[in-house]
């Protein structure tokens, strides 16, 4: 995971949406990009397979 917190700090996405594994993995990656400096429902985005984001 540290390099994941690495890498988010590196490439500074406006955006960020876990897409890969399970709810816990998502937690885990949500929690990190708050402490990043990101928020849930403003540039954090939770997904289900097969459903749409549409991103202004």
Do not use: C, K
């Not at 995971?1 to 399970?22: A, F, K, Q, T, Y």
Request: charge should be negative; avoid cysteine; glycine fraction near 8%.
């Amino acid at each position: 995971m540290e390099d994941h917190w690495e890498l988010l700090r590196m490439i500074n996405p406006e955006h960020v949406i876990p897409s890969h594994g399970n709810l816990v993995t998502h937690g885990s990656y949500l929690m990190m990009a708050e402490e990043t400096g990101y928020s849930l429902g403003s540039n954090i985005h939770l997904v289900r397979n097969g459903q749409e984001l549409l991103i202004d």
